[in-house]
């Protein structure tokens, strides 16, 4: 499966991961079809749009990459539980019935699935290779459901690949940009004890790694997309600060965390030291390795 006759369809395609991805698809010479709830105007990176309903139009797409999901770095409500849960497990429900309603020739031959660290729970400082069972936690059983769901896809031909994605980092949006704004005010600081492990990626890297893994028949089941050093809290925001050249000395302890952003303090807490093995055998080299030097082309 390459780019030089392929149709690569983007669910989520005008999300922060999908626009990078359609951009790089687009520039390695992949013929790019974007799919949103919403008719849109035209995207220059992303000629095709689809609409993206109950029953989506997935003929003449030979790869898929699943991006949908509804940001969970909002109060876990249950009204909000409930979308999380509907645009991960749900959309996934619906792109299975719709490689099904396909005759077996015409189906795509690769879905990249994204998932997220987050299905390994708090693991201190067990490393984490890309087939570690999942863990405990609200998280980790949203995302052991959506893989379970894109499972189901696999069993109707494609290649499957369960894509683990820690932060992403970038300039255009996700939780780095958010993390700035308090940074560049001096008032950036660890979560609690700063000693949990946050794996991270740089954009590129992330929408380079999918491609990667398009192209690679080795590549399927759980893969952890996230950059070869992980970084304790801790380091992550002294470094950051190093790079802003701002002070972060502050600290929010668990117990602020949690009054303030309820359920979801759990997520910023939780410890993941996950290792991208699989990539890197497969010999994906990635252009940001370090946070060192992620954070010197991020700010
Ligand atoms: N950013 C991170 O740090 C991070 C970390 C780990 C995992 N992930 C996962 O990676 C994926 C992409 O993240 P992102 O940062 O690019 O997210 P994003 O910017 O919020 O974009 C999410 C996309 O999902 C689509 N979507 C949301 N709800 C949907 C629904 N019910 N049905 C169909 N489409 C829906 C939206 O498309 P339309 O509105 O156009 O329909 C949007 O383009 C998500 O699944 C996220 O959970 C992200």
């Known amino acids: 499966m390459d780019e030089s ?10 999300g922060f991961v999908g626009r ?6 687009a520039a390695a010479g992949w013929r790019v079809c974007g799919f949103s709830r919403r008719a849109r105007s035209p995207d220059p990176a992303v000629p095709g749009w689809r609409l ?16 949908a999901g509804e ?8 009204a909000n539980k409930r979308k999380f849960h509907a645009s991960r497990v749900g959309v996934t429900g619906t792109l299975a019935r719709a490689v ?58 494609p290649r499957v690949l369960k894509w683990r994605t820690g932060i992403v980092l970038g300039a ?18 660890r979560f609690g004890s700063g000693e949990q492990w946050m794996p991270w990626i740089h954009v ?18 759980p893969v952890n997309g996230s950059a070869p050093e992980p970084e304790r809290n801790a380091d992550f925001t002294r470094k950051l600060g190093k790079a802003l050249r701002r002070p972060a000395v502050m600290a929010a302890p668990a117990a602020v965390l949690k009054l ?29 390795p370090t946070l060192e030097l992620a954070l010197d082309e991020l700010v």
Do not use: K
């Open 20 to 25: 990078e991805l359609a951009r790089q698809a």
């Open 172 to 189: 255009e949006g996700g939780a780095f940009r958010r993390m700035l704004l308090p940074f560049r005010l001096g008032l950036g600081g």
């Open 100 to 157: 099904a309603d396909l005759p077996a020739g015409q189906r795509p031959a690769v879905l990249v699935n994204a998932s997220a660290v987050g299905i390994y729970g708090d693991r201190g400082d067990t490393i984490l290779e890309d087939d570690a069972p999942p863990g405990l936690g609200y998280l980790a059983d949203l995302c052991r459901q959506w893989e379970v769901a894109a499972d189901e896809i696999a069993v109707l031909g």
């Open 204 to 221: 590129e890297d992330l929408a380079a790694g999918m491609l990667h893994a398009i192209r690679h028949p080795d590549l399927a089941g």
């Open 71 to 78: 940001p969970v770095d909002q109060r876990w409500t249950a």
């Open 260 to 288: 303030a952003l309820g359920d979801f303090a759990s997520a910023l807490l939780a410890s993941q030291r996950a290792i991208p093995r699989a990539l890197l055998e497969s010999g994906f080299r990635f252009r940001y």
């Open 52 to 67: 993206w309903n109950e029953s989506p139009d997935l003929r003449g797409i030979s790869a898929v990459v699943n991006l």
């Open 5 to 14: 006759n392929g149709t690569l369809g983007i669910v989520g395609a005008s």
